[in-house]
Each structure stands twice: as C-alpha cells, then as structure tokens.
C-alpha cells in the first residue's frame, strides 16, 4: 500500500484541520491506521490509530476530545479532524499503515509523506 497525506496548513489556535490520507495499492481494509506527528527537534509521536473496521480508536491523552480519527474503507481514506488546535499541536503530520494496532512508531511498515500544520497564537 501507497499512503498520501494532504490537508496540513496554517491556522489560528482555537481553529480546526481535517487531514486526509489516500492510500493505493494492496487493500486499504485490511491495514490498522495511524495518525503520528513530529515536531521540529521532537522524535515522531502517536496521535490516533483505528482499527480495520472503523470500530475501535485510540488516542494519545494531550488530544483526546479535540481529535477525531475515521476512515472510508470504500474510499481508501483515514482522516484526522483537528478541532481546538493548539501551538503545541505544530508539527508534520504522517499517516501510517501495519497490521497490528498499536500506537508504537516502530510497529509501523509503511507511511504517507507527512503534511504539515503550523498553529499560530
């Protein structure tokens, strides 16, 4: 599978995103999905994973409530709705696809190519 993250930009805090990430390739719903993000001199994080179905998420704590992840496994797409952005949510956003459900970056084979969200104050 090819990922294909886009929907990153420039936005006032207390504003909101939505991230989409297209994938192509090998079947789209048979892969768990995550959202990661990386800050400028930060390691790559966890923000959200979903399961194959849709029918379970994750979150990681400093999101819950503000983020919502989903997917369109006819379309081939996992979002991410970004509402109540923060400064502190500044950072490249990538998606990612493994079989597993996990919230661990080393557990993932393949992801998009990052999209970026800056937060102003």
């Known amino acids: 599978v090819q990922l294909q993250a886009s929907g990153g930009g420039l936005v006032q805090a207390g504003g909101y995103l939505r991230l989409s990430c297209a994938a192509s390739g090998r079947t789209f719903s048979s892969y768990h999905m995550g959202w990661f993000r990386q800050a400028p001199g930060k390691e790559r994080e966890f923000v959200a994973v979903i399961a194959r179905s849709g029918g379970s998420t994750y979150y990681t704590d400093s999101v819950k409530g503000r983020f919502t992840i989903s997917r369109d496994n006819a379309k081939n797409t996992v979002y991410l709705q970004m509402n109540s952005l923060k400064p502190e949510d500044t950072a490249v956003y990538y998606c990612?696809?493994?079989?597993?459900?996990?919230?661990?970056?080393?557990?993932?084979?393949?992801w998009g190519q990052g999209t970026q969200v800056t937060v102003s104050s």
């Open positions: 990612a696809a493994d079989d597993t459900f996990s919230t661990r970056v080393n557990s993932y084979d393949v």
